[in-house]
Protein backbone atom coordinates (compact mmCIF):
# COMPACT_ATOMS: atom_id res chain seq x y z
CA UNK A 1 0.00 0.00 0.00
CA UNK A 2 1.14 3.94 -0.92
CA UNK A 3 -0.43 6.85 0.58
CA UNK A 4 0.58 10.06 -1.50
CA UNK A 5 -0.17 13.88 0.33
CA UNK A 6 0.53 16.52 -2.01
CA UNK A 7 1.34 20.31 -1.03
CA UNK A 8 3.07 23.49 -2.76
CA UNK A 9 -0.70 24.35 -4.56
CA UNK A 10 -1.50 28.17 -4.63
CA UNK A 11 -2.54 31.51 -6.34
CA UNK A 12 0.04 32.44 -8.72
CA UNK A 13 -0.03 35.25 -11.41
CA UNK A 14 0.87 34.22 -15.27
CA UNK A 15 4.30 33.88 -16.06
CA UNK A 16 4.61 32.93 -12.46
CA UNK A 17 6.25 29.56 -11.32
CA UNK A 18 4.67 26.62 -8.09
CA UNK A 19 6.77 23.45 -6.81
CA UNK A 20 4.39 20.63 -6.48
CA UNK A 21 5.29 17.73 -3.51
CA UNK A 22 4.29 14.45 -3.35
CA UNK A 23 5.35 12.93 -0.42
CA UNK A 24 4.86 9.01 -0.63
CA UNK A 25 4.58 6.27 2.25
CA UNK A 26 5.25 2.62 1.84
CA UNK A 27 8.67 0.49 1.15
CA UNK A 28 8.45 0.12 -2.28
CA UNK A 29 8.75 3.79 -3.81
CA UNK A 30 12.05 3.67 -5.21
CA UNK A 31 10.42 0.78 -7.86
CA UNK A 32 6.94 3.10 -8.36
CA UNK A 33 6.19 4.74 -11.17
CA UNK A 34 4.86 8.16 -10.14
CA UNK A 35 2.92 10.31 -12.11
CA UNK A 36 1.02 13.49 -11.93
CA UNK A 37 -2.45 14.42 -13.41
CA UNK A 38 -4.71 17.61 -13.02
CA UNK A 39 -8.49 18.00 -13.67
CA UNK A 40 -9.54 21.45 -14.47
CA UNK A 41 -13.03 23.28 -13.75
CA UNK A 42 -15.60 21.25 -16.04
CA UNK A 43 -12.64 19.16 -17.75
CA UNK A 44 -11.79 15.81 -17.62
CA UNK A 45 -8.52 14.51 -15.11
CA UNK A 46 -5.29 14.81 -17.24
CA UNK A 47 -2.05 13.13 -17.45
CA UNK A 48 0.69 15.94 -17.06
CA UNK A 49 4.20 14.14 -16.05
CA UNK A 50 5.10 10.88 -15.54
CA UNK A 51 8.29 8.86 -13.83
CA UNK A 52 10.19 5.80 -13.22
CA UNK A 53 13.70 5.72 -14.44
CA UNK A 54 13.14 8.47 -17.03
CA UNK A 55 10.42 11.29 -17.55
CA UNK A 56 7.88 11.89 -19.80
CA UNK A 57 5.78 14.95 -20.33
CA UNK A 58 2.01 16.03 -22.05
CA UNK A 59 2.43 17.75 -25.26
CA UNK A 60 1.30 21.46 -23.29
CA UNK A 61 3.66 21.31 -20.61
CA UNK A 62 7.17 20.27 -21.81
CA UNK A 63 9.53 22.96 -21.97
CA UNK A 64 7.99 24.22 -19.09
CA UNK A 65 7.20 21.71 -16.05
CA UNK A 66 9.90 19.66 -14.96
CA UNK A 67 9.06 16.42 -13.38
CA UNK A 68 11.60 14.46 -10.40
CA UNK A 69 11.66 12.65 -7.60
CA UNK A 70 14.36 11.93 -4.72
CA UNK A 71 14.13 8.11 -3.15
CA UNK A 72 15.87 8.95 -0.16
CA UNK A 73 12.89 11.47 0.41
CA UNK A 74 10.53 8.98 -0.70
CA UNK A 75 9.09 12.24 -2.99
CA UNK A 76 8.19 13.34 -6.49
CA UNK A 77 7.97 17.09 -7.40
CA UNK A 78 6.58 18.94 -10.36
CA UNK A 79 8.46 21.90 -11.24
CA UNK A 80 5.68 24.01 -12.97
CA UNK A 81 7.51 27.54 -14.62
CA UNK A 82 5.59 29.85 -17.15
CA UNK A 83 2.65 29.17 -15.74
CA UNK A 84 -0.84 30.09 -17.90
CA UNK A 85 -4.74 30.27 -17.03
CA UNK A 86 -5.23 27.00 -18.51
CA UNK A 87 -2.72 26.04 -15.90
CA UNK A 88 -6.14 26.43 -13.43
CA UNK A 89 -6.50 23.06 -11.92
CA UNK A 90 -6.55 20.70 -9.10
CA UNK A 91 -2.80 18.72 -9.46
CA UNK A 92 -3.29 15.32 -8.23
CA UNK A 93 -0.31 12.72 -7.24
CA UNK A 94 -0.75 8.85 -8.61
CA UNK A 95 1.45 5.98 -8.08
CA UNK A 96 1.71 2.33 -9.66
CA UNK A 97 4.68 -0.63 -8.91
CA UNK A 98 6.59 -0.27 -11.62
CA UNK A 99 6.02 -0.70 -15.18
CA UNK A 100 6.42 2.16 -17.71
CA UNK A 101 4.84 5.51 -17.82
CA UNK A 102 1.48 5.52 -18.64
CA UNK A 103 -0.90 8.41 -19.35
CA UNK A 104 -4.45 6.97 -18.35
CA UNK A 105 -5.61 6.78 -14.85
CA UNK A 106 -6.77 3.16 -14.63
CA UNK A 107 -3.09 2.70 -14.81
CA UNK A 108 -2.53 3.82 -11.42
CA UNK A 109 -3.39 2.93 -8.07
CA UNK A 110 -2.96 5.08 -5.50
CA UNK A 111 -3.76 8.86 -5.57
CA UNK A 112 -3.79 11.42 -3.33
CA UNK A 113 -6.31 14.03 -2.66
CA UNK A 114 -4.84 16.90 -4.44
CA UNK A 115 -3.94 20.71 -4.49
CA UNK A 116 -4.91 23.51 -5.95
CA UNK A 117 -3.50 25.38 -8.61
CA UNK A 118 -4.64 28.53 -9.43
CA UNK A 119 -2.96 31.09 -12.40
CA UNK A 120 -4.31 34.71 -12.35
CA UNK A 121 -4.22 36.29 -15.95
Known amino acids: QVQLVESGGGLVQAGGSLRLSCAAS????????MGWFRQGPGKEREFVAGVNWSTYYADFVKGRFTISRDNAKNTVYLQMNSLKPEDTAVYYC?????????????????WGQGTQVTVSS
Open 94 to 110: AARNGGRIYTTLSAYDY
Open 26 to 33: GRTFSNSV
